[in-house]
Nanobody, 126 residues
Framework: QVQLVESGGGLAQAGGSLRLSCVVS????????MGWFRQTPGKEREFVAA????????NYANSVKRRVFISRANANNTVALQINNLAPEDTAVYYC???????????????????WGPGTQVTVSS
């Protein structure tokens, strides 16, 4: 059974940092491209960042570029998202996602991803 479990969300102050983690089980992690998306109530899910199966390629949404960093540790089946200089508009539920077919491709399209975690809430106060 494939499971993706996000953690690290919570309440943070604007200007601060958070590090989200996603632990994956039930699949061969090193063969999957990973992505992070976020969603606020009433809005569509938004791409944040993606990383290729080997970590050699990354892709970031323009809205978060230079503030957000995605990384992965294939030995630990974990992908992380570091968010710096938090802003209230970063408030959202953050989801990690996985897809094997993407492989070395870092897709911004949520429909390219097969497996999803339940999400972790990030709330940023001003």
């Amino acid at each position: 059974q494939v499971q993706l479990v996000e953690s690290g969300g919570g309440l943070a102050q604007a200007g601060g940092s958070l590090r989200l983690s996603c632990v994956v089980s039930g699949l061969t992690f090193s063969t999957y491209a990973m992505g992070w998306f976020r969603q606020t109530p009433g809005k569509e899910r938004e791409f944040v960042a993606a990383i290729s199966r080997d970590g050699g390629s990354t892709n970031y949404a323009n809205s978060v570029k230079r503030r957000v960093f995605i990384s992965r540790a294939n030995a630990n089946n974990t992908v992380a998202l570091q968010i710096n200089n938090l802003a209230p508009e970063d408030t959202a539920v953050y989801y990690c996602a996985a897809d094997r077919a993407l492989g070395y491709i870092t897709s911004r399209n949520e429909f390219d991803y097969t497996y999803w975690g339940p999400g972790t809430q990030v709330t940023v106060s001003s």
